[in-house]
Nanobody, 123 residues
């Protein structure tokens, strides 16, 4: 079992930055691919990005490329989402997820999910 807890959300002005963190329990953290998703009110959950196990390759949705960066620290069982140049349309609840069941990591079919953290970007 893996438990995920996100933190770092909040209110920020447009063009500002936030760093989200996801702390994981469990001894197999380093063997899991990790994903970040977000869900705005009235919208479906959408893929933000993912990082392979052992700090390998990263993958991003087109709308965050060049603005968001995912990293992981397997020694601390954490994965981070650095968000720069934030826009009002980035407002959503952000979720981290572990251990995708699908070969396409952009699909929201992961075995473990955090409870989410709210990010609000004001214009």
């Amino acid at each position: 079992q893996v438990q995920l807890v996100e933190s770092g959300g909040g209110l920020v002005q447009a063009r500002g930055s936030l760093r989200l963190s996801c702390a994981a329990s469990g001894r197999r953290f380093s063997s899991y691919a990790m994903g970040w998703f977000r869900q705005a009110p009235g919208k479906e959950r959408e893929f933000v990005g993912a990082i392979a196990w052992s700090g390998g390759n990263t993958y991003y949705a087109d709308f965050v490329k060049g603005r968001f960066t995912i990293s992981r620290d397997d020694a601390k069982n954490t994965v981070a989402l650095q968000m720069n140049s934030l826009k009002p349309e980035d407002t959503a609840v952000y979720y981290c997820a572990a251990d995708p069941r699908d070969r396409d990591w952009s699909q929201a079919r992961y075995n473990y999910w955090g409870q989410g953290t709210q990010v609000t970007v004001s214009s």
